[in-house]
T-cell receptor, first 118, second 118 residues
Framework: AQKVTQAQTEISVVEKEDVTLDCVYETRDTTYYLFWYKQPPSGELVFLIR??????QNEISGRYSWNFQKSTSSFNFTITASQVVDSAVYFCALSEWNYGGATNKLIFGTGTLLAVQP | DVKVTQSSRYLVKRTGEKVFLECVQD?????MFWYRQDPGLGLRLIYFSYDVKMKEKGDIPEGYSVSREKKERFSLILESASTNQTSMYLC?????????????????FGSGTRLTVV
């Protein structure tokens, strides 16, 4: 069965600190997608990144970076020089790849609440 | 940009009422989903639909039903609302795109409906 574990329930940092959010996943599929979403206090889920299982390259986007390691089934997310606006709940999610195009449902972790103090 | 619109941001209903949560997407996506979000549990899939009039149960379908009469609209129905259905409900849609010869798909979420059953 597919499963996503975000062991960190809450993290509190001071502005400008670096912070890493952990995500560990389980799947028997060889082809799958991994996602990170941000949910600010307004409630809307904001897409951050999608990575497929064949692409293990790390990605950097501004202050955000992602480290995908199939050997440890992890897809960790680092925010460099955190800011107060980064305060949100962050979700990691997993989806199988269905070549027929149907379903592709997302399995979410329980989320990590990040609080960045000024 | 794809837009997923949920008709109500906040809703208060009485126990035993029949409740309709509406979701509309404007980009002709095949797949639509209803998730429920609760603290400490992340997002859990209630129902999804991969075509008009097609529906499949997710992980927690009990107490819910869905309707998809038109491609753009996916309704979640609480047949007889109960207090344990007080939650945040999120709708999403997804589709497959072929970008530079590679098939990719992405999800778009609505802003959510916070339902309180009293």
């Amino acid at each position: 069965a597919q499963k996503v574990t975000q062991a960190q329930t809450e993290i509190s940092v001071v502005e400008k600190e670096d912070v890493t959010l952990d995500c560990v996943y389980e799947t028997r599929d060889t082809t799958y997608y991994l996602f990170w979403y941000k949910q600010p206090p307004s409630g809307e889920l904001v897409f951050l990144i999608r990575r497929n299982s064949f692409d293990e390259q790390n990605e950097i986007s501004g202050r955000y970076s992602w480290n995908f390691q199939k050997s440890t089934s992890s897809f960790n997310f680092t925010i460099t020089a955190s800011q107060v606006v980064d305060s949100a709940v962050y979700f990691c999610a997993l989806s199988e790849w269905n070549y027929g195009g149907a379903t592709n449902k997302l399995i979410f972790g329980t989320g990590t609440l990040l609080a960045v103090q000024p | 940009d794809v837009k997923v619109t949920q008709s109500s941001r906040y809703l208060v209903k009485r126990t035993g009422e029949k409740v309709f949560l509406e979701c509309v997407q404007d980009m002709d996506h095949e797949n639509m989903f209803w998730y429920r979000q609760d603290p400490g549990l992340g997002l859990r899939l209630i129902y999804f639909s991969y075509d008009v009039k097609m529906k499949e149960k997710g992980d927690i379908p009990e107490g819910y039903s869905v309707s998809r009469e038109k491609k753009e609209r996916f309704s979640l129905i609480l047949e007889s609302a109960s207090t344990n259905q007080t939650s945040m409900y999120l709708c999403a849609s997804s589709s497959i795109l072929t970008i530079q010869g590679i098939q990719r798909y992405g999800y778009t979420f609505g802003s959510g409906t916070r339902l309180t059953v009293v």
